[in-house]
């Protein structure tokens, strides 16, 4: 069966989403703003949203997309500790995110089932602490965990870069080098590009 992968940047921070369709099922991995019209716009049938990790600019058309049917995936259940909301507030940023609930909180488990796609499921963090990688394929959407040429930025409440790059190289970096690397933020990349030039790595 053919994948269809359409990419959408939205938001402030640039952000990816990625909407993957096979046949006539669709799913989506996170909801920058803009992301829900987007997908309106494509006239697709939605039914699973799954997200890499609950900063802001991942999460900001979540609740619209709940409100929708469209079922929520992620590590940990919704916090404005998780989307940064309290921390941007006392730097003077006026940021609200529209609550949601995560139907499905995945906690550590190693795989999930949504819409006849089967992911396998890896938590790295040290960007976020809800951070998960879901692999599929030969395909890795990275969240904000590897970029091509770089790595997740570890000074946010939860970071550690240690505890990051060595998730990256456990659990990232052993997959095959033509592996396809699609992160939360710029291009697209592939595991063996990173192995050789990135210099966080």
């Given at each position: ?93 006026p940021l ?92 697209q990349t ?12």
């Open positions: 069966m053919d994948i269809k992968i359409n990419t959408f940047t939205g938001g402030m921070a640039e952000t990816n989403a990625y909407l993957l369709q096979r046949d006539d099922r669709a799913i989506l991995i996170d909801a920058p703003l803009g992301v829900c019209d987007w997908v309106d716009s494509l006239g697709v049938s939605l039914t699973d949203l799954l997200l890499t990790h609950q900063h802001y600019d991942h999460v900001e058309d979540a609740a619209a997309l709940s409100a929708q049917g469209v079922r929520l995936h992620a590590y940990s259940a919704y916090s404005p500790e998780l989307t940064l909301e309290l921390l941007l507030k006392q730097s003077g940023i609200k995110i529209e609550p949601y609930q995560v139907d499905n909180v995945l906690g550590n488990n190693a795989e999930l089932e949504a819409a006849g796609w089967h992911f396998r499921l890896e938590h790295v963090p040290g960007h976020a602490t809800d951070s998960l990688v879901f692999l599929t394929d030969d395909l890795v959407f990275a969240g904000d965990t590897l970029f091509a040429g770089g790595v997740g930025r570890a000074d946010l409440p939860g970071g550690d870069m240690d505890l990051l790059t060595q998730g990256i190289q456990e659990k990232i970096l052993n997959l095959p080098p033509e592996s396809r690397v699609f992160p939360g933020h710029g291009p592939t595991v063996g590009r990173e192995i050789e030039s990135n210099p966080f790595l």
